[in-house]
């Protein structure tokens, strides 16, 4: 059984945030080490340090790689300079670069078998930036390093609640240039295959927001719903996907419009990311679909504000480590149920009408 444990690569992020104070929380609770074999990739001397400073009772082995990985153990695989010093809330290019090597470390065990998935804690988007990390953050240069080809999709998530994104990180100014209805038809099939096999959903059902005030109007405050999301929403669910909308972003997280939805598709980064942390951020996760890895985060940023007081949550880390276990399970019942199909003999009716009556665009009272 100790065999079957997964084995999840935990990177430490920048060393001068709460990452190591969010995963030193975690594992203080025995309980978390039944589930897994946590790898932290990043370094015995900065973990000891936060580990003091932060009077936390966590312990931990050093290994030379996750192949040493002991069960029932908090293991270490040291990978960052031991010169590197710890200056809680700076945003220091050393440990950009720290955070950078833990990364390269945990990619490479990887794709060596080693571990099963990986959990990210933050980074500074700035101070990792090198010749080889030339990207917006760990979503992009995961699909980059481990991709093979496939492109990704931001989801944030808690529990039943996920939103996933048609844009990521790209300046405001270009956003409408940037959504066509190919990128939105690419993002709804990677959205909608992933919450079948990640999320072992059988039939999704996925709301698609709108992306100007009161989803245009009908062409009153822009075109973009008509011309490109109302054409690529209509060939989608001749396909086979079950997607509605566009619905007017400003009151469909408030109205609870949501919950009757496995999933809602956003089109830009503070459209969807705002209301969600607004409403889930304490124990929301960051999960990236559509990659043949499985990588998850926590939904907030180093948070050097707090960094080095022990004021941080672990809540969100965890649930970070509880989706990556789930997706991971849920992939292999996945690729069982498929390994020898049976002929479907039948077609599963469902009634969609407490969801279809959010199907018409509602007027902005």
């Given at each position: 059984?100790?065999?079957?444990?997964?084995?999840?690569?935990?990177?430490?992020?920048?060393?001068?945030?709460?990452g190591?104070?969010?995963?030193?929380?975690?594992?203080?609770?025995?309980?978390?080490?039944?589930?897994?074999?946590?790898?932290i990739?990043?370094?015995?001397?900065?973990?000891?340090?936060?580990?003091?400073?932060?009077?936390?009772?966590?312990?931990?082995?050093?290994?030379?790689s996750?192949?040493?990985?002991?069960?029932?153990?908090l293991?270490?695989v040291?990978?960052?300079?031991?010169e590197v010093?710890v200056?809680?809330?700076?945003?220091?290019?050393?440990?950009?670069?720290?955070?950078?090597?833990?990364?390269?470390?945990?990619?490479?065990?990887?794709?060596?078998?080693l571990?099963?998935?990986i959990?990210?804690a933050p980074?500074?988007?700035?101070?990792?930036?090198?010749e080889?990390?030339?990207?917006?953050?760990?979503?992009?240069?995961i699909?980059e390093?481990?991709?093979n080809?496939?492109?990704?999709?931001?989801i944030l998530?808690k529990d039943?609640?996920r939103?996933?994104?048609?844009t990521?990180?790209?300046?405001?100014?270009?956003?409408?240039?940037?959504?066509?209805?190919?990128?939105?038809?690419e993002?709804l099939?990677i959205?909608?295959?992933?919450l079948?096999?990640?999320?072992?959903?059988?039939?999704?059902?996925?709301?698609?927001?709108?992306?100007?005030?009161?989803a245009?109007?009908?062409g009153?405050?822009?075109?973009?719903?008509?011309?490109?999301?109302?054409?690529?929403?209509k060939?989608?669910?001749a396909?086979?996907?079950?997607?509605?909308?566009?619905?007017?972003?400003?009151?469909?997280?408030?109205?609870?419009n949501?919950?009757?939805?496995?999933?809602?598709?956003?089109?830009?980064?503070?459209?969807g990311?705002?209301?969600?942390?607004?409403?889930?951020?304490d124990?929301?996760v960051?999960?990236?679909?559509?990659?043949?890895v499985i990588?998850?985060?926590?939904?907030?940023?180093?948070?050097?504000?707090?960094?080095?007081?022990?004021l941080?949550?672990?809540d969100?880390f965890?649930?970070?480590?509880y989706?990556?276990?789930?997706?991971?399970?849920?992939?292999?019942?996945?690729?069982?149920?498929?390994a020898?199909?049976?002929?479907?003999?039948y077609?599963?009716?469902?009634?969609?009408?407490?969801?279809?009556?959010?199907d018409?665009?509602?007027e902005?009272?």
């Open positions: 059984m100790e065999d079957n444990k997964i084995k999840v690569g935990i990177t430490q992020g920048d060393i001068n945030g709460v190591y104070e969010v995963i030193l929380k975690t594992f203080s609770d025995p309980v978390m080490l039944e589930l897994c074999t946590p790898i990739y990043g370094s015995p001397k900065v973990a000891a340090y936060h580990r003091k400073s932060l009077d936390l009772p966590t312990n931990f082995s050093i290994v030379n996750a192949a040493e990985a002991a069960h029932n153990r293991s270490v040291n990978c960052t300079d031991d010093k200056e809680f809330s700076k945003a220091d290019p050393e440990a950009g670069k720290a955070a950078l090597g833990a990364l390269e470390r945990a990619i490479e065990e990887y794709k060596e078998g571990i099963d998935v959990v990210t980074i500074n988007k700035h101070t990792i930036q090198s080889t990390f030339s990207f917006p953050g760990h979503t992009e240069y699909e390093r481990l991709g080809g496939a492109k990704s999709l931001m998530m039943d609640f939103v996933a994104l048609v990521g990180h790209i300046p405001v100014s270009q956003i409408a240039s940037t959504i066509t209805k190919e990128l939105i038809q993002k099939a959205f909608n295959q992933s079948k096999q990640d999320f072992a959903i059988g039939a999704p059902r996925i709301a698609v927001l709108s992306l100007n005030p009161h245009g109007d009908e009153l405050l822009g075109k973009e719903e008509e011309e490109i999301i109302i054409p690529a929403l060939e989608m669910a396909k086979g996907i079950l997607c509605y909308g566009p619905y007017p972003a400003d009151g469909f997280m408030g109205s609870g949501f919950t009757h939805f496995d999933g809602v598709l956003a089109m830009y980064h503070d459209q990311l705002a209301p969600f942390k607004a409403l889930a951020m124990e929301g960051n999960y990236t679909a559509g990659l043949p990588r998850t985060s926590p939904a907030h940023g180093t948070a050097y504000d707090i960094a080095g007081k022990g941080a949550s672990e969100s965890r649930q970070a480590i989706v990556s276990i789930d997706v991971f399970r849920n992939r292999l019942r996945d690729k069982e149920a498929h020898n199909p049976l002929r479907k003999q077609y599963e009716k469902r009634d969609d009408s407490d969801k279809l009556k959010l018409s665009v509602e902005d009272l």
